[in-house]
């Protein structure tokens, strides 16, 4: 199972120049706690990840600087440089990253390094619950099917 | 295993009167992303709301509120779903699946508050089980093998 066929594939996203307070409605209107700033490569051209940014974050950057809060851009309050994992590498990985860096989502880029997904514990946690589910499945199709071979 | 074993042991509060900015700085001076909101710490502890960091974001700054103009009473999540700390973890579980909630005050005598239990606490467990598990198939396969031998 590779990172590609588990990420969230749908991403908010913001630049690091948007109003701070524009990214919180952002996240009022899309539902979600966790955005990925990106800016374009000047090289390649995609748009690739250079921060994330969480509803954390932002409350964070109100109690410290609360005057200046309209003047706040989500560049100034971001964490920068994030750990990123790549579409095609396994999950064993993302999770070692996950752990490494002490985050619960990672960044998901493809192979030119553009944003491509966002990659979280709940979405490995999904999965590995669907597997258990399928470990269970197995045990009680095999008694229930020596029970009616067997009788 | 009963909740009160597992869960957190500290909780912070806030007064429903407080502004959200002082709520704010609560969650960060305590270093957590939630309040439990009563009337009165020092007596009936049974929560009257909750607010977490995330409803500031949405109700509050993604809405253009002023912060310290806006009170906790506002914002806050109620009625609140709790546990009582003598219930069994899987019916702590059960509540947060059918609330879709991810974190549950846990009610302890006296309308005391005894911690708080999330589903970060109950996976834990879970994944403590299943290590368990695999110890004993490995152990299994092991004393398999030197009998076969």
């Known amino acids: 199972m590779i990172v590609g066929q588990l990420c969230q594939r749908k991403t908010v996203t913001v630049s690091p120049k948007d109003e701070l307070v524009a990214a919180a409605r952002l996240m009022r209107e899309r539902h979600v706690g966790y955005l990925v700033v990106v800016e374009e490569d000047p090289a390649t051209e995609v748009l690739r990840p250079i921060g994330v940014l969480t509803d954390r974050d932002i409350v964070i950057a109100v109690i410290a600087k609360e005057a200046e809060l309209k003047a706040l851009r989500a560049g100034d309050v971001m964490n920068p440089q994030p750990v990123v994992i790549e579409e095609s590498q396994s999950i064993e990985a993302a999770l070692q990253q996950m752990r490494r860096a002490g985050v619960r989502r990672l960044p998901v880029i493809g192979r030119r390094g553009e944003l491509s997904g966002v990659l979280s514990l709940d979405d490995v946690l999904d999965y590995l619950a669907g597997q258990v589910q399928n470990v269970a499945g197995a045990i009680r199709n095999e008694r229930q099917i020596e029970g009616t071979v067997r009788s | ?149």
């Open chain 2, 1 to 149: 295993m009963q909740v009160q074993q597992l869960c957190t042991p500290r909780v912070y509060f806030c007064s429903p009167r407080t502004s959200v900015l002082g709520a704010a700085r609560l969650m960060r001076q305590h270093h957590v992303g939630d309040l439990v909101v009563v009337d009165d710490p020092d007596g009936d502890q049974t929560p009257l709301g909750i607010i977490t960091d995330r409803d500031i974001v949405i109700d509050v700054l993604g809405r253009d509120r002023d912060p310290a103009q806006v009170t906790v009473h506002e914002v806050m999540h109620h009625p609140v779903v709790v546990v009582d700390g003598t219930e069994d973890l899987t019916q702590a579980l059960e509540r947060m699946r059918v609330h879709g909630v991810r974190r549950i005050p846990v009610m302890g005598s006296g309308r005391r508050l005894h911690g708080i239990i999330s589903l970060d606490d109950l996976l834990r467990q879970l994944a403590l089980h299943t290590t368990a598990l695999a110890a004993v198939i490995e152990r299994e396969q092991s004393l398999e093998q030197r009998t076969v031998r």
